[in-house]
């Protein structure tokens, strides 16, 4: 790695043959990029089987440096990704990668419930835990980031229906869902993290009635990934391995 413009700068292969100059606003950030790019940390091929639309339309809300948003743009070509990342060094790395992702837009703000002007902390982890909750681990660093309200800003980007929602917002995912939540049924896949246990509780409820959880890791008390499926593009294909109990025991 080299140092541009106080930014970690590397040579990351996109594909087989071709490789790119890429932005990370620290090593975390860069493993992180990695693991989303080996596969480790979010299921793109059963994405791909399930969600069949083409010409995607693609929403990834703390986009960090863009690792999503880089692969889902090259994976789904012809796609559309918008990317919304409020911190300022994320921001400048994303800008800089979503020049190798075609139909891939960065926007730099936030996402939640409502319009707001909040302190963003930094954290000892790296710009990818950075939240605008006081957490354990964070650093004095803090900057005054835009959040703007979710609804309206996809409305006003013309944004009428989601094939997939990336939310990976430490700790805000719930305002965010709050907002969008007339476009959730709208939505063909759902894939976001929790930072405690109550917004576990509150994420669900709010999905099941439009969508199937089809994956879940906890990674400790507190801390976890789903991954919801739109209940409309995989009922018939999943009610067969449904087991109900029999009258008796379920009127017991």
């Known amino acids: 790695m080299s140092i541009v413009e106080n930014l970690l700068c590397a040579t990351v292969p996109l594909s087989e043959t071709e ?3 890429l932005f990370f606003t620290d090593e975390t950030s860069y493993d992180v990029f990695d693991k989303i790019w080996t596969g480790s940390t979010y299921p ?3 994405l791909n089987n399930l969600v069949k639309a083409n010409n995607k339309v693609i929403v990834d809300i703390g986009a960090n440096v863009g690792g999503f948003s880089l692969f889902a743009a090259r994976l789904w070509k012809g796609s559309t990704v918008y990317a919304f990342e409020p911190g300022d060094r994320a921001f400048q ?19 939640a419930r409502g ?23 964070h650093d004095p660093d803090t900057e005054t980031i835009e959040i ?9 980007l013309g944004i009428g229906k989601i094939d997939i929602l990336k939310i990976d917002t430490e700790g805000c995912e719930v305002p965010i869902l709050r907002s969008l939540e007339e476009l959730l049924p709208k939505t063909g896949a759902i894939l976001l993290e929790y930072h ?13 009635p439009t969508h199937y ?7 400790s008390p507190h801390r976890g990934e789903f991954v919801y499926i739109s209940r409309e593009i995989i009922s018939g294909a999943v009610d067969n391995i449904r087991i109900d109990l029999p009258e008796a025991l379920s009127a017991a």
């Open 213 to 219: 959880l089809c994956r879940a890791k906890v990674t």
């Open 44 to 46: 793109f091929g059963v």
């Open 148 to 156: 703007r309200d979710a609804a309206s800003s996809l409305a006003k």
């Open 196 to 208: 405690k246990e109550d917004d576990r509780r509150t994420i669900d409820n709010m999905l099941a």
């Open 115 to 137: 319009d707001h002007k909040l302190m963003l902390h930094g954290s000892s982890f790296g710009s990818v835990c950075g939240s605008v909750c006081e957490v354990e681990n």
């Open 19 to 21: 490789s790119a100059e």
């Open 93 to 111: 790395c994303l800008y800089r990668n979503l020049a190798h992702a075609p139909g891939a837009r960065a926007y730099p703000f936030g996402l």
